[in-house]
Antibody, heavy 122, light 108 residues
Framework: QVQMQQSGPGLVKPSQTLSLTCAISGDTVSSNSATWNWIRQSPSRGLEWLGRTYYRSMWYNDYAMSVKSRITINPDTSKNQFSLQLNSVTPEDTAVYYC????????????WGQGTLVIVSS | ENVLTQSPGTLSLSPGERATLSCRASQSVSSNYLAWHQQKPGQAPRLLIYGASNRATGIPDRFSGSGSGTDFTLTISRLEPEDFAVYYCQQYGSSLYTFGQGTKLEIK
C-alpha cells in the first residue's frame, strides 16, 4: 500500500521560497502508471491543485496557471521522493499543503500526504 | 478551466437517512475522470469514489457514485455517525485538476 510522508518548515517569510518534500513508500517516483502531485487548501481558495511531475520515458511537469511563474516540482529518484518549491511567497500562499499520488487510469488522488500547514509571515 | 459547483453547500440530516450530494461541471468531464473525497476536521481528504462510480478500496457499499458528462451525484444510502464530514468532487481534464467547493454534511 502506498504511503506518502511530507516534511518541511511550517513558517516562511514573505518573498522567500517555500520548500516541501514528499517521501514515497510502496511505489516509485519513476512509475509509469502514476503522477506525483502537490495540492493546497485554504479557506479563501479551497482545494487548489498546484502541479505534478511524472515519468513516461522522460520526466514531465504540469503546473497550474495561478502559480506557473513561481513553482518547481522535482523528482528525486535516489531518495524516492519529490519536492515542491514555491518562490516569492506572500501571505496569500498560507495554506495546508498536501502531496498526492494520482493513477494514470482514473486520475484520482489516492493516497494523500498528511498535510503541512505553511504560514507566510514575517 | 472546468469549474465544479457542488450543491447544497450544507446538508443537515440524521443518522440512518439518505444523503444525495451533487457536483455539476461547467464543461463535460472527459472519460469520467471524476472522483469524490471525504474530509474530516484536521485530516487529509480520503478517496471515496473514482471514475464517477467506482468505490475505492475499503469504502463501504453505502457510498455510491453516478453520473456522466457534466452532472454527477454521490449518494450515501444510510448515514452512519462517522459519515458527517465535508465532501469534495474532483475532476481531471486538459492536463489539470479542479475541485468543487465542498458540501458539508452535518448532523441534524
Amino acid at each position: 500500500q502506498v504511503q506518502m510522508q511530507q516534511s518541511g518548515p511550517g513558517l516562511v517569510k514573505p518573498s522567500q521560497t517555500l520548500s516541501l518534500t514528499c517521501a514515497i513508500s510502496g511505489d516509485t517516483v519513476s512509475s509509469n502508471s502514476a503522477t506525483w502531485n502537490w495540492i493546497r487548501q485554504s479557506p479563501s481558495r479551497g482545494l487548489e491543485w498546484l502541479g505534478r511531475t511524472y515519468y513516461r520515458s522522460m520526466w514531465y511537469n504540469d503546473y497550474a496557471m495561478s502559480v506557473k511563474s513561481r513553482i518547481t516540482i522535482n523528482p528525486d529518484t535516489s531518495k524516492n521522493q519529490f519536492s515542491l518549491q514555491l518562490n516569492s511567497v506572500t501571505p496569500e500562499d498560507t495554506a495546508v499543503y498536501y502531496c498526492g499520488r494520482a493513477s494514470s487510469s482514473w486520475m484520482e488522488f489516492d493516497p494523500w500526504g498528511q498535510g503541512t500547514l505553511v504560514i507566510v509571515s514575517s | 478551466e472546468n469549474v465544479l459547483t457542488q450543491s447544497p453547500g450544507t446538508l443537515s440530516l440524521s443518522p440512518g437517512e439518505r444523503a444525495t450530494l451533487s457536483c455539476r461541471a461547467s464543461q463535460s468531464v472527459s472519460s469520467n475522470y471524476l472522483a469524490w473525497h471525504q474530509q474530516k476536521p484536521g485530516q487529509a481528504p480520503r478517496l471515496l469514489i473514482y471514475g464517477a462510480s467506482n468505490r475505492a478500496t475499503g469504502i463501504p457499499d453505502r457510498f455510491s457514485g453516478s453520473g456522466s458528462g457534466t452532472d454527477f451525484t454521490l449518494t450515501i444510502s444510510r448515514l452512519e455517525p462517522e459519515d458527517f464530514a465535508v465532501y469534495y468532487c474532483q475532476q481531471y481534464g486538459s492536463s489539470l485538476y479542479t475541485f468543487g467547493q465542498g458540501t458539508k454534511l452535518e448532523i441534524k
